[in-house]
């Protein structure tokens, strides 16, 4: 038997064979970011510092307005649409046109999982990164909201104002200097109301959507190819770019190194190397942006954050959203559209010194599911349809199996 049938025999055989050890490693990765979230809700929680304010200040004096994105509504937009679309695009776009017809289907249906699974982790890190660290920072900087003042209620009364004073020379209100007091001013009773008075820094709902939004994002450009054109680093020798690819002072220079060059290594133009995908693929991308955009935008006309906020939460959701996406996915160009494989059951839980990577030569399966140690030896290239080039044992990732 060949070593592209006897290997793929081998890998379709064992598909129920999946490794314990291995399942449970992203078990508990999967209840770690399942409590980073059940942190930030105790986060969200605590009564952290309150910032002292000035009672004259006007960046604190804006009217209560309620939210024009409700937290509900945040939540459907930002956890639930996008868990859903992800899903949705890796059971019925994956594994994509290059599969070959012949493929199993316990090997089809195995990447599929693996890339759901691969698409929730990123998002799972993505938002609970977003969550934890914006809910940690609101408890400890405890920044005035810009309806501070109307929440708090102060009492206003001059023995108040000198018992509560913590800083500034003004005396009373009518002075032109500044009076800075603390929260024990506040006449409201409702604790949880002046909790969320002092939570203005970060945004929460900017980082929270741009988290979830961007992630979004990168996924569908990642799985459909909506990128800026490029050209692969030296993988072309024309500098010129004629009008129908040729260059008329170089042409027989170009026929006589393709006549002496295989049909899989001939110089070819560098304008046919890459070319844009559709609009629509593009605006179906940009879509998941805007709605960030817009929720970002309408903390700001609801007077529930500065500026300042707004910025430090989009760029916060920003990062988390890119880390997110990145820790489980190849780079949007170059990566086509997969996430990376699985770790090995033997570095499932830790690397060890003398390893370049997690993942080893078996991808999803067991160790003994892998290819025979004398193909890898000799440099055989093994393939077949769904199976992954296994040039080398110990650094390539399986892009089929997972």
């Known amino acids: 038997m060949a070593p592209a049938a006897r290997t793929l025999n081998t890998l379709t055989s064992g598909a129920r064979r999946v490794s314990k050890r291995l399942i449970a490693s992203y078990v508990i990765d999967w209840i770690l970011i399942l409590g980073t979230v059940a942190v930030g809700g105790a986060f969200s929680k605590i009564h952290g510092n309150k910032h002292a304010f000035s009672l004259q200040d006007p960046n604190i004096s804006f009217p209560y307005h309620d939210d024009t994105v409700t937290v509900p509504v945040l939540i459907i937009v930002s956890v639930v649409a996008p868990g859903v679309i992800t899903a949705v695009i890796s059971l019925l776009f994956v594994p994509g046109p290059t599969a070959h017809k012949s493929t199993p289907s316990s090997l089809v ?9 691969a698409a929730w982790m990123g ?12 809910e940690g920072l609101k408890d400890v900087a405890g920044k005035p909201r810009p309806f501070l003042l109307a ?46 008075a002092f939570a203005s820094w970060p945004s929460g709902h900017s980082s929270f959507s741009w988290a979830g939004m961007l992630y979004l994002s990168l996924f569908i450009c ?19 770019i004629s009008t129908f690819d040729e260059d008329t002072d170089s042409v027989d220079e170009l026929r006589r190194k393709n006549s ?6 001939r110089v070819q133009p560098p304008r046919n190397q890459a070319a844009a995908p559709p609009i629509y693929l593009l605006i179906i991308a940009f879509i998941p942006v805007a709605t ?61 010194i003398g390893r370049p990577g997690y993942v080893g030569d ?39 199996v997972g």
């Not at 249906?109 to 699974?117: G, I």
């Open 260 to 265: 002496q060059t295989s049909s899989a290594s």
């Open 109 to 117: 249906w195995r990447r599929k999982l693996w890339e759901w699974n």
């Open 362 to 400: 078996e991808g999803w399966e067991a160790a003994r599911l892998g290819t025979s140690r004398g193909d890898v030896e000799s440099g055989r290239l093994v393939t077949g349809p769904g199976i992954p080039d296994r040039r080398d044992s110990t650094e390539v990732a399986s892009p089929t």
């Open 151 to 196: 929440v708090c209620d102060p009492d206003l009364s001059p023995d108040s104002i000198r018992r509560h004073q913590v800083g500034g020379t003004g005396t009373s209100l009518d002075s032109a200097t500044p009076i800075m007091v603390d929260w024990h001013i506040c006449r409201q009773t409702d604790q949880g109301k002046l909790r969320n």
């Open 123 to 134: 998002l799972g890190v993505a938002l609970a990164g977003a969550f934890i660290i914006t």
């Open 292 to 352: 960030a955009m817009f929720i970002s935008t309408s903390r700001w006309f609801d007077y529930r954050h500065h500026g300042f906020d707004i910025i430090s939460g989009s760029l916060l959701g920003i990062f988390t959203a890119w880390f997110g996406f990145r820790w489980y996915h190849l780079p949007i160009q170059g990566g086509s559209g997969w996430a990376w494989g699985a770790r090995s059951r033997g570095r499932a839980f830790w690397l060890g």
């Open 222 to 240: 990642a799985k459909f190819a909506v990128q800026i054109p490029f050209l692969l680093p030296g993988s072309s020798s024309q500098r010129f």
